[in-house]
């Protein structure tokens, strides 16, 4: 039974994530295609670059009253949403500092959740700018491993400007400065390999190392940040097995470090 468990935890781990990158894919292709449509009306025949958004909404399996809705808006025959990108500052315990990005409807709620939660581990909910410092943006583009030629990925990568290329749970992630994301982005696009999740995610300046117990002090803290249905990702300055401590994320976070 105990292999039949860990197989069930490792499936079911594998579909949280691929429901969380299908979540986070289809939100950037709805501001695609409503952008698209704002500027150049729901029409694709006369729409090219709406035309091409829904193109990849639709390689992405994207539901079709979901696009139908993105469109509307963009077109003002729908009203907003009210759904609002969102980033918060704090510190878990420890001087480890946190920062959160998500996305809300109800800043209110999201903002009192967050609080309850750093005050009841141990932490502080901080302001604008208190731990944002702590943190370089950076891009992030994974590509399954088994579509391309390592020497090949490398080469076009780098060339176009990326910072490293490393393997992690059958695919290549690559990594870029946020400034080289779309030139490298393009590169690969022209060179025929197929990139399965891009993303621009924060990278650590400086991390800390903690002792095992107040290191799961903190894990505690991160990982129901994380379980928020506000939250989409949680970045932190704690070293776990040597790579920053990060949830939510498309790409695992032990890759690229």
Request: glycine share 8%.
């Amino acid at each position: 039974m105990a292999g039949h468990t860990r197989k069930w935890a490792k499936v079911k781990r594998k579909k949280k994530k691929d429901d969380r990158r299908k979540s986070k894919v289809w939100a950037r292709l709805s501001q695609e295609i409503e952008k698209a449509a704002r500027q150049g009306g729901g029409d694709p025949d006369a729409n090219v670059a709406l035309a091409q958004a829904l193109e990849r909404a639709r390689d992405e399996d994207m539901a079709k009253d979901t696009i139908e809705r993105a469109i509307k808006r963009g077109t003002g025959e729908l009203e907003e949403e009210g759904q609002e990108r969102v980033s918060y500052e704090g510190y878990a315990p420890h001087g480890v500092a946190v920062f959160v990005e998500g996305e809300t409807d109800n800043i209110n709620r999201t903002v009192k959740d967050l609080r309850n939660l750093f005050s009841d581990h141990g932490g502080n909910l901080g302001k604008d700018g208190s731990v944002a410092y702590l943190f370089e943006q950076k891009g992030r583009l994974e590509i399954p491993a088994d579509t391309t030629d390592e020497m090949m990925l490398f080469d076009v990568a780098v060339e176009a400007g990326a910072q490293e290329v490393d393997e992690a749970d059958g695919s290549y992630v690559v990594t870029t400065a946020r400034d080289t994301f779309a030139d490298v982005g393009d590169a690969l696009d022209d060179a025929g390999i197929t990139v399965e999740a891009t993303d621009l995610v924060r990278s650590p300046t400086t991390t800390v190392a903690l002792a095992p117990d107040e290191q799961d002090e903190v894990q505690a803290l991160v990982e129901k940040i994380n379980a928020l249905k506000d939250v989409d990702a949680v970045y932190t300055t704690l070293q776990v097995n040597g790579a920053p401590l990060t949830l939510g994320t498309d790409v695992d976070p032990a890759a690229g470090h």
